[in-house]
């Protein structure tokens, strides 16, 4: 049951392909595994197509909504499933990546901490956009964090409370400098997130900055 969704801006540059490539990865990633998105984009499909009407051509292609929603529903050409798996860190036994990374390339899991793993993502239409893939052990914190930009996250794998709400498989996630936060994953398992971060990330305390600095934050 997924709970946490984007906001429509987001839905509807994905539907526009206005998005930069790493915010159209987290929010592609999340709209392939939610019933709810999918309905809405198709909404603001229409809504759109009405919208495109009164604007430019030289703004948007007027198949632009149609091409997207067509790319969202094809299912991945054999060869880039195939390959998807190879340029990604290995996933826990029964977890797939999201079709959103299957351009992407990420380094191996790298240490940050005890019981602490991330990977670095590259999007080959955005490379440096900073997006990453975070796998913390069950009843592990992050370290309290705040962001000067906006950072999106997409569960791909077990849950975390950061104080504000629970988010679980399938919810994603926006917050921005207003939001103080410190992710705990529940003791029940390991999680795996899917990143963007917009601007730096501002830790709190000397430890936390040097593993901010050490992923390059
Ligand atoms: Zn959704």
Known sequence: MIHHHPADDLLLGLAAGDLTGGVSVLTASHVETCTYCRERLRTLEIAGGLLLEDLAPATLSADA?????????????????????????????????P??????????????????????????????????LLRIGAGRKLAMHTHAGMELTQVLYGRFHDGRDLFGEGDFDETDSTVHH???????GECICLAYVGGEMVFKGMLAR????????
């Open 65 to 97: 909504l149609a091409r997207t929603m067509a790319a969202i529903d094809a299912p991945l050409p054999p060869s880039a499933a195939a390959t998807t798996g190879a340029r990604l860190p290995p996933p826990p036994e029964g977890m797939k990546w």
């Open 182 to 188: 410190q992710p705990e994953v529940l003791a029940s």
């Open 99 to 132: 079709q959103a990374l299957g351009d992407c390339t990420a380094t191996a899991w790298r240490w940050i901490g005890p019981g602490m793993r991330w990977s670095r993502v590259t999007v080959p239409s955005d490379p440096a956009a900073k997006v990453f």
């Open 210 to 217: 040097t593993l901010g600095a050490l992923m390059g934050m």
